[in-house]
């Protein structure tokens, strides 16, 4: 019943941005402990970005400063929007959600119920 689809991936080059869409059915995104995670072959899946139901978001070392996460609740849609791309930012990244409210540091760090099929990110040098 629940549905996470995620949009906007594509090809660009290094230095570029792109702006990744999550958009919910069967599932509120306004107060939800969401996240975006990226998976790439060989290596171990890395959470990217956290919004917890507080409203309160965490990002990976990796991308701080460069990555933002947002909600826009009437379109009922998580958002990330990637600046200062790196060849090293490719991946396949996904949209996901967890079933009950977790606030801060909790959302941060729960396993998530609900995922999206992902959409693909390649940066070129």
């Known amino acids: 019943q629940v549905k996470l689809v995620e949009s906007g991936g594509g090809s660009v080059q290094a230095g570029g941005s792109l702006r990744l869409s999550c958009t919910a059915s069967g599932y509120i995104v306004s107060n939800a402990c969401m996240g975006w995670f990226r998976e790439v072959p060989g290596k171990e899946r890395e959470r990217v970005a956290s919004?917890?139901?507080?409203?309160?978001?965490s990002y990976a070392d990796s991308v701080q400063g460069r990555f933002t996460v947002s909600k826009d609740t009437a379109a009922n849609t998580l958002y990330l929007q990637m600046n200062s791309l790196k060849p090293e930012d490719s991946a396949r990244y996904y949209c996901?959600?967890?079933?009950?409210?977790?606030?801060?540091?909790?959302?941060?760090?729960?396993?998530?119920?609900?995922w999206g099929k992902g959409t693909l990110v390649t940066i070129s040098a």
């Open positions: 996901a959600g967890h079933r009950y409210l977790r606030y801060g540091s909790e959302c941060r760090s729960s396993r998530m119920d609900f």
């Open positions: 919004f917890a139901s507080d409203g309160r978001t």
